[in-house]
């Protein structure tokens, strides 16, 4: 069953809207336009802000702080105007996205420039540019000074760098060239719960008395967590590929199993198929191991 969302007003959300069955959803240059367009009036219209948007083939990031609308509301408006668009144009009916967006609780103060570099880096993992700064359809050319789009709010992250716009953009810049193979922060979700991206101390602070700290998962959940987190299937988990990625991934399902004395170092690296030792050596190279 799944959790019910979480709705805190001026909180920091990433949220990702995929096609459904992974199709594509933009078909040229001006469906990216539209949605730009889409999104800007949703969110001045819903009084939220979007920090950050990376449109991809097939699925789209944002980082939305929201205020007292629920995102799921504004989510909704964003997709169904932009579907009801696409489709008119094609006279084809049936879901262009999935029925549930996925949405992650942020804790901007731990995690706020990790997650701008990762959703602005999404065009590199997939090999479609070599460099954010040639990718014209997410919120880095904006944050740099390129481009102008004041529907994007720069302000608050720029703010972490420097004092000065422009010594702010410049050491954005070297953040972002700095690791472009960052792995993704959204690995580190909370193990207690995966609608969270901070540790207890933030989650028990927004949600008080809602927050239930040592929650028992199994292997199995821990590994759809990391399917939904890291956006791969399960059966690339249980191949034989080595792809970074991947390795990440089931070093992570590994160190949960350990911390939260789910299951051992041993049952996960069977259940991989994978040498122990290698695993070990996996998950002390990204964890610190207990």
Known sequence: MRKPRLHIPAAFYHVTLRGNH??????????RILLNAIVAEVIAGYGARLHAYCWMT??????????????GRIMLRIASRYARQIQARFRTTGHLFERRYHAVLVDVDSYLL???????????????????????????????????????????????????IEQARMAYQRFMNARLDAPSPLLECNPNDSRILGDDKFAATLLNTAWKAKSRKSVDELID??????????????????????TYARAWIAHQAITLKISSLSHVSQLFNRSEATLRESVKTHFKYP
């Open 225 to 246: 967590t990391a399917c939904q987190q890291f956006s791969i299937q399960r059966d690339q988990l249980f191949s034989s590929s080595r792809q970074r990625e991947l």
């Open 114 to 164: 990790e997650l701008l570099r990762y959703i602005h880096l999404n065009p590199i993992r997939a090999g479609m540019v070599d460099s954010p700064n040639n990718y014209l359809w997410s919120s880095h050319q904006v944050y740099v000074g390129v481009r102008d789009e004041r529907w994007v709010t720069t302000d608050f992250a720029l703010s972490m760098f420097h004092g000065d």
């Open 22 to 31: 992974r199709q594509e959803i933009f078909f040229t240059a001006d469906d």
């Open 58 to 71: 097939n699925h789209t990031h944002m980082l939305i702080q929201v205020g007292d609308v629920p995102l």
